[in-house]
């Protein structure tokens, strides 16, 4: 089955950190560069880091750098996403997604609160 399965969200309080993981299967992962997106709830999907096939580069949106780190293990044909300070403002449903395949996964919800 080709498909993406996201895991780690959960609720965590301000200030927190959280790290969400990403495993591939179905398809030739070590080839893909791989992104998350979230969506706020009543907002649009809009993408927070990217990261290329190998890592050698990676991408953040302005209001998560230097708090979120993305990574990757090929071996393991998981992506990471390390989230630190957590705001509130980052509460969403976040999502993996193959660039250039086309594939999204099912999303974990990401509550930020006290």
């Known amino acids: 089955q080709v498909q993406l399965v996201e895991s780690g969200g959960g609720l965590v309080q301000p200030g927190g950190s959280l790290r969400l993981s990403c495993t591939a299967s179905g398809f030739t992962f070590s080839t893909k560069t791989m992104s998350w997106y979230r969506q706020p709830p009543g907002k649009g999907r809009g993408m927070v880091a990217l990261?290329?096939?190998?890592?050698?580069?990676?991408n953040y949106a302005d209001s998560v750098k230097g708090r979120f780190t993305i990574s990757r293990d090929n071996a393991k044909n998981t992506v990471y996403l390390q989230m630190n300070s957590l705001k509130p403002e980052d509460t969403a449903t976040y999502y993996c997604y193959a660039v250039g395949f086309h594939l999204w996964g099912q999303g974990t919800q990401v509550t930020v609160s006290s």
């Open positions: 990261i290329t096939s190998t890592g050698a580069t990676t």
